[in-house]
């Protein structure tokens, strides 16, 4: 008698195969089925004698397929592993993810996957993902070197049964998620200083409004704008009012939930000044990016956040004349506080129980730990990308005009390399660590310049990445569902004035009621928990 298949399971198999196609080249066990168990090479390359291919599911971003990469290609050369790829885009990935996960019909390889811990937990528990620790001890020297000398990685990427389920991507030298000014405007209105102070970046947008700094006769300036909110400019602007995050946070060690602080309560209103005075763009909860980069592009924007100021302003991407925002004060802090960058981004990569060669894999994956390896996955190989200064080959290079078809040298990087606007295994050594320096990066030893005077030496502590026990997640699963959905609401509600903010005491005890306590709780015995590891 033949067992029926339930149709939960019926209905997830479906759509895993309508979504990522049924090739029978690209489904997800073919290699595995087809790798039998292989001796590996504990040292030296390459790392398998006899050629292995495996799987490999990753989000799609940048220009090309990955199997045309630059990266996949030297790679493979190098240790004689392969790799049949799954790409959906980026933006559909998270979902298309959990119907892998759900179907079990997985790859060898999450690559780049942001496998969160609550991933991590649960399918790290139930066998679906191998844990890594004695791999790592054994067979992947680099990444035990960098849990030897940053125990804070360690401790950030090891789940509460003690194991590691997935790796992670590591900057050695502080990285931010930038707000920039228009410099152009700044030169027009002879701006020599920026603000400091949240009531003299309140004067400043002022005068963007009122003097035609883009001189084009027309008032049409928008101050400051942003897309889908006001989420990337939460970290510079909830700082001013002394908060470090838009949830919960760390306040001098203390665990906090920002949105019930009095801190919250004056951006809001400050937001709100802002909304009613025309200084912040009214289309910044409606409109996308690329509408936010056409204004930009335009020069309609003076204040805004990015990954790169010509992304929104255009010109060129070497340009250093759009300054670095500097974190402000207020009456509730008179220190500037800048949202620690950790450096550590978890969840690049983690092997399924489908994979015949772990210690490959593991191998394989390990050498884009060192600087060698991290040098090929960012920048590819002499002559592509970038090229020696001169015949010496040494202490300085430099990045090469893009082909015809690419709008940069970045956006042609990102047709030979993964490690292009998602997370990918990889530690990033300081730029004093390598031996060498660009000779033509302009703008990035000039951005580090500005990170070491205005950001870097305001670092403050956040909220970590903790790992939460399964009846945790599940609590605070059930609060942060609507409360999140009232929170994000009303935030909006109070700065577009929808809501006044007379009725803040209202929207206060409304949180109190949603187990706000409870949610409180769970957070701080995990931080307590973490600070023990």
């Not at 844990?131 to 804070?152: C, H, S, T, V």
């Not at 035609?212 to 049409?220: C, E, R």
């Not at 056409?294 to 020069?299: D, I, Q, R, V, Y």
């Not at 703008?443 to 950001?455: A, S, T």
Request: overall charge negative; aromatic content about 12%.
């Amino acid at each position: 008698m033949k067992k029926k298949v339930p149709m939960f399971l019926m209905t997830t198999m479906l759509m895993s195969s309508v979504l990522f196609g049924c090739n029978s080249n690209e489904t997800s066990k073919e290699s595995s089925k087809n790798n039998p168990k292989v001796s590996v090479n504990e040292s030296g390359f390459p790392i398998v004698d006899d050629k292995i291919t495996l799987t490999m599911v990753g989000p799609h971003v940048g220009k090309g397929e990955w199997k045309e990469r630059e990266y996949f290609i030297e790679i493979e050369k190098l240790t004689n592993i392969g790799f049949k790829f799954q790409t959906p885009p980026r933006d559909d990935f998270p979902t298309k993810k959990q119907l892998l996960l759900a179907s079990g019909d997985l790859p060898d390889i999450f690559y780049a996957s942001d496998i969160n811990h609550q991933e991590q937990i649960k399918y790290g528990g139930n066998g679906i993902l191998i844990p890594l620790e004695d791999l790592i001890d054994k067979y992947a020297p680099n990444i035990k070197k960098l849990l030897e000398e940053r125990p804070e990685v360690k401790k950030a990427i090891t789940a509460p049964d003690g194991h590691i389920y997935a790796l992670p991507s590591v900057d050695d030298q502080p990285s931010y998620w930038h707000m920039w000014y228009n410099g152009e405007w700044l030169k027009n209105l002879g701006v020599t200083e920026l603000p400091k102070t949240i009531d003299d970046f309140y004067t400043l947008l002022k005068r963007f409004k009122t003097e035609d700094p883009n001189q084009n006769g027309k008032a049409d300036e928008l101050p400051l704008s942003n897309h889908g909110g006001v989420g990337e400019l939460d970290s510079y602007l909830l700082a001013a009012f002394g908060l470090t995050g838009s949830g919960i946070s760390l306040n001098n060690g203390k665990v906090e939930y920002s949105p019930v602080q009095p801190g919250y309560k004056a951006y809001l209103e400050f937001m709100n000044k802002l909304w009613e005075e025309d200084l912040f763009d009214h289309e910044s909860f409606s409109q996308t990016n690329p509408q936010k980069k056409a204004k930009g592009h335009e020069n309609l924007i003076g204040v805004f956040a990015d990954a790169h100021p010509a992304f929104v302003l255009g010109g060129s991407t070497e340009s250093t004349d759009n300054p670095v925002f500097h974190p402000l004060t207020s009456d509730l802090t008179d220190q500037p506080i800048v949202p620690e960058s950790t450096g550590i981004g978890g969840g690049t990569f983690a092997i399924t129980k489908e994979n015949e060669n772990p210690e490959a894999t593991i191998r394989w994956v390990d050498y884009s730990y060192s600087k060698e390896g991290a040098d090929l996955l960012h920048n590819g190989v002499e002559g592509t990308y970038w090229e020696w200064k001169d015949e010496n080959k040494k202490e300085v290079r430099l990045i090469k005009d893009a082909p015809e078809g690419f709008d940069s040298p970045e956006d042609f990087r990102s047709s030979i390399s993964p490690d292009w606007g998602i997370g990918v295994p990889i530690r990033r050594f300081a730029q004093d660590q390598l031996g060498w320096k660009w000779g033509n990066d302009k703008f990035g030893e000039w951005l580090r310049e500005e990170d070491k005077k205005k950001l870097i030496p305001f670092e403050t502590p956040i909220y970590p990445g903790v790992y939460f026990e399964d009846d945790e997640l599940k609590t605070i699963t059930r609060i942060e569902r609507d409360l999140k959905t009232y929170v994000d609401q009303m935030k909006a509600k109070f700065i577009t004035g929808e809501a006044p903010l007379s009725e803040w005491d209202e929207y206060v005890k409304t949180i109190e009621e949603m187990d706000l306590n409870k949610l409180v709780e769970i957070y701080e015995k995990a931080y307590e928990r973490y600070q023990q590891n």
